[in-house]
Structure formats: C-alpha cells, structure tokens
C-alpha cells in the first residue's frame, strides 16, 4: 500500500473535520486535541488536519505513506544515491504515531516525508529536527504537548 499525504493547516478543527467528512464521505480514522487525520480509500489520500490559527488554508508538509519500514529505508538510500539530503526519523514519536521516516525539501521549500506507521500513540510527539521550519508545527496540538514537526 502506498498513498499521497497532504497536511493541512487549519484555523478551526472542528470545522474542518465537517467539511472534510462531508466531502471524502467518510469520518477520520483518528481525532485528538489539534489533530485528526482520514484515511481515505478513494482516492488514496492520508489527509492530515492540523490546527494552526491563523495559518489556515495552508500546506503544513506532503508525504507519501508507504507499508513498510524496508520501503521507508529503501527510500531512503535511493534518495541519497540520488544525490538528495535527507532527514531520517527512525522511530519517532509525532502525530500521535511512532513511525519510521525520511524527509527531503523540494525547490520551493516545500517539506516531503516518506514514512510507514509503526504503532499508534497517545502524545503528540516531537521531533527537534523540524521545529524552526514550522513542519507539522500544529498550534494548538503543539502548546499542549510540546512537539514540534511531525505526521
């Protein structure tokens, strides 16, 4: 299994949990304070909703989700052969999940992850490595648990 993801940030969660539900036709698999993510089977999406007053309307980061870590590590020495620098996150908490995870900056800054789901989990997470670049730096998810960039 392999699907695109697309973070959001959003002003209003609750909202935004609305809208997407009614548009995807479908409930999230997971909600928790400033976060909820949908797993939505057509189209393959991982749809991440943030909340993050004032940002709303905004991409947080892309990724593509993948089954395995063996895919997420393998992605990871092409991206390198490739001549790309990439962050690697070997099982890190964020997003209430601990995953396995690489991340590359596209032209424009744009943050991409590719990553799998180890296991779910009841924080947030953190990850020092993308706190000044605002990845997954979900508002109010973000003051209560202290984390930083993630999902």
Not at 25 to 38: D, I, L, Q, S
Not at 94 to 117: L, N, R, S
Request: proline share 4%; net charge negative.
């Amino acid at each position: 299994m392999s699907r695109a993801q697309l973070a959001l940030n959003v002003d209003d969660l609750d909202e935004a949990i609305r809208f997407y539900s009614t548009l995807f036709n479908t409930t999230p698999a997971k909600v928790k304070t400033g976060y909820a993510n949908f797993a939505i089977v057509e189209p393959p999406l991982k749809l991440v909703l943030l909340e993050n007053p004032g940002k709303g309307g905004t991409i947080n980061h892309l990724g593509v989700e993948v089954a395995s870590s063996d895919a997420v590590h393998a992605e990871i020495a092409r991206l390198t052969d490739e001549g790309m620098f990439t962050e690697e996150e070997i099982g890190s908490t964020c997003c209430f999940a601990t995953q396995d995870k690489v991340w590359v900056t596209g032209p424009a800054g744009e943050k991409w992850e590719v990553y799998t789901v180890l296991a779910d989990s009841d924080t947030f997470g953190t990850s020092p490595e993308h706190s000044e670049s605002g990845v997954c730096f979900g508002g109010t998810a973000e003051k209560s648990t202290a984390a930083t960039a993630c999902c």
